[in-house]
Nanobody, 116 residues
Framework: QVQLVESGGGLVQPGGSLRLSCAAS????????MSWYRQAPGKERELVAA????????NYANSVKGRFTISRDNVKNTVYLQMNSLKPEDTAVYYC?????????WGQGTQVTVSS
């Protein structure tokens, strides 16, 4: 059974940090490109960051460059999103996604709220 389980979301003040985790099971994690998306109320889901199978390559949305870092651990079958200098506009539900060829799996999402 394929599972992607996000954790680490919550309420944080502007300028604060959070680290999201996405634990994968039920598929060959190491061959999947992993990414984080987010969806704010009333907006479309958008790509935040993506990382290659080995972790050697990553890319980011312009809005988070220099503040967010994506990483993965192919032993623990987990992908992370370190989020620093958080802004109110980062408030959204964050989802992890696994992609290999035509196969795509999504997690259930974790809420991140940035507010004072």
């Amino acid at each position: 059974q394929v599972q992607l389980v996000e954790s680490g979301g919550g309420l944080v003040q502007p300028g604060g940090s959070l680290r999201l985790s996405c634990a994968a099971s039920g598929f060959s994690f190491s061959i999947y490109t992993m990414s984080w998306y987010r969806q704010a109320p009333g907006k479309e889901r958008e790509l935040v960051a993506a990382i290659s199978t080995t972790g050697g390559n990553s890319n980011y949305a312009n809005s988070v460059k220099g503040r967010f870092t994506i990483s993965r651990d192919n032993v623990k079958n987990t992908v992370y999103l370190q989020m620093n200098s958080l802004k109110p506009e980062d408030t959204a539900v964050y989802y992890c996604k696994a992609t290999y060829s035509i196969r795509t799996y999504w997690g259930q999402g974790t809420q991140v709220t940035v507010s004072s």
